[in-house]
């Protein structure tokens, strides 16, 4: 009987002490930050001739003329003193554009830490007047996207990372 109670318990703690193993496939997407140097976007302001509206955000009307935000690349100017016939006839380059506003012959934009404003006094030579550097700064600190060392996260780019995992604890996989 002794020994019966023996083997019953041997097996018994074979038995507990098996896990099932078995191989995981894995598919997922990951995000990896853009970064950009603050020199590099306040060089690339400009004003170039005009260009298609894909995703429009704010606008703003001065005078007969439209200001329309390309979210996160610039600013459209719309000639619309003829209601009938608007003429799209500028655009703002201005990177990290979201928000926009007219005040007088200024036109006041943020780009993505600065704050910048534009004379608007003639509209076929808009010019960049001022710039009040790193105003937006905590905000772009407190999210994450702005590092003194790597700069200004502009985008982002997708990453699909397959993993094989080889005897994986499956009761984690089906859980």
């Given at each position: 009987?002794?020994?019966?109670?023996?083997?019953?318990?041997?097996?018994?703690?074979?038995?507990?002490?098996?896990?099932d193993?078995c191989?995981?496939?894995?598919?997922?997407?990951?995000?990896?930050?853009?970064?950009?140097?603050k020199?590099?976007?306040?060089?690339?302001?400009?004003?170039?001739?005009?260009?298609?509206?894909?995703?429009?955000?704010?606008?703003?009307?001065?005078?007969?003329?439209?200001?329309?935000?390309?979210?996160?690349?610039?600013?459209?100017v719309?000639?619309?003193?003829?209601?009938?016939?608007?003429?799209?006839?500028?655009?703002?380059?201005?990177?990290?554009?979201?928000?926009?506003?007219?005040?007088?012959?200024?036109?006041?934009?943020?780009?993505?830490?600065?704050l910048?404003?534009?004379?608007?006094?003639?509209l076929?030579?808009?010019?960049?007047?001022?710039?009040?550097?790193?105003?937006?700064e905590?905000?772009?600190?407190?999210?994450?996207?702005?590092?003194?060392?790597?700069?200004?996260?502009?985008?982002?780019?997708?990453?699909?990372?397959?993993e094989?995992?080889?005897?994986?604890?499956?009761?984690?996989?089906?859980?």
């Amino acid at each position: 009987m002794r020994i019966l109670n023996y083997i019953f318990f041997f097996v018994s703690i074979s038995l507990f002490s098996c896990e099932d193993k078995c191989d995981y496939y894995r598919t997922y997407t990951i995000q990896k930050p853009i970064y950009a140097i603050k020199k590099d976007i306040r060089d690339s302001v400009d004003y170039v001739e005009s260009r298609e509206i894909n995703n429009p955000g704010k606008l703003n009307y001065k005078d007969g003329f439209i200001f329309i935000s390309e979210i996160g690349k610039g600013i459209h100017v719309i000639d619309n003193r003829n209601i009938n016939n608007p003429v799209n006839i500028g655009f703002i380059i201005l990177p990290g554009n979201y928000d926009i506003a007219t005040k007088g012959n200024y036109l006041y934009a943020d780009s993505y830490l600065d704050l910048v404003v534009f004379d608007i006094s003639n509209l076929t030579s808009i010019s960049e007047a001022n710039r009040v550097e790193g105003v937006f700064e905590n905000y772009y600190i407190n999210q994450g996207l702005y590092s003194e060392e790597l700069g200004i996260v502009v985008g982002f780019d997708e990453e699909v990372v397959e993993e094989f995992i080889e005897n994986y604890d499956c009761e984690l996989v089906y859980d």
